[in-house]
């Protein structure tokens, strides 16, 4: 007796990469759909800028860098939102603070 239809295991994979895609389109939709639809006033959207969110980590890192002044680090990452932030000066004078401490560094 011959099969007439292939065996369910040749869909599997098939089956699999479709419900991947589908979970990827919606994971993507409501990221998207998200960060449009927050709330808005008189047209525009109230997002928490970017420059607010580098503010916040550099208070963080700040704060990390007062508690533990040898940890090189923290050092760089306060560099990198005082560049993020358009504070080159700050973020140059910073990395040279971290040069002096890292012993490795030549």
Known sequence: MSKKF??????IPA???VVLLALFGVNLYLRVYKQTSQSKVL?????KTDASEYEDKLKYWLGVLRENPGYRDAYIQVAYYLEKLGRF???????NSAKRIDIMYK
């Open 6 to 11: 292939p065996h369910i295991t040749r869909f």
């Open 15 to 17: 089956l699999a990469s």
């Open 43 to 47: 047209g525009t959207t109230e997002l």
């Open 89 to 95: 000066e700050e973020a140059n004078n910073i990395i």
